[in-house]
């Protein structure tokens, strides 16, 4: 069973940063993709960033682009989710989630993905 552990939320000011981090468990092989997904009370989940886990293919939302980056730490089975120029709006609790191997659905899916953390709270003040 594949246990992710979110790390890094806190309180920022607008313009600042945070480093998300998403430590996997209990894996047997290579996830095909991990991703970041956030959300907001009574708003659905929302995707953030993916990477395809072996070769380092990353997607962004639009509303992230330019200002997020996601890399991961293969050695290490982990995933981080750098976050810079951060907005009131990007306040959230936020996800990390893992799929084992390619569902065949798209990558900002919440469906495509088994394996979920518990998910870390992101408060950023104007």
């Known amino acids: 069973q594949v246990q992710l552990v979110e790390s890094g939320g806190g309180l920022v000011q607008a313009g600042g940063s945070l480093r998300l981090s998403c430590a996997a468990s209990?894996?047997?092989?290579?996830?095909?993709?991990m991703a970041w997904f956030r959300q907001v009370p009574g708003k659905d989940r929302e995707f953030v960033a993916s990477?395809?886990?072996?070769?380092?293919?990353?997607y962004y939302a639009d509303s992230v682009k330019g200002r997020f980056t996601i890399s991961r730490d293969n050695a290490e089975n982990t995933v981080y989710l750098q976050m810079n120029s951060l907005k009131p709006e990007d306040t959230a609790v936020y996800y990390c989630?893992?799929?084992?191997?390619?569902?065949?659905?798209?990558?900002?899916?919440?469906?495509?993905?088994?394996?979920w953390g518990q998910g870390t709270q992101v408060t950023v003040s104007s």
């Open positions: 989630a893992d799929e084992a191997a390619y569902s065949g659905r798209a990558y900002s899916l919440p469906v495509a993905y088994n394996y």
């Open positions: 209990g894996r047997t092989f290579s996830s095909y993709r």
């Open positions: 990477i395809r886990w072996n070769v380092g293919i990353t």
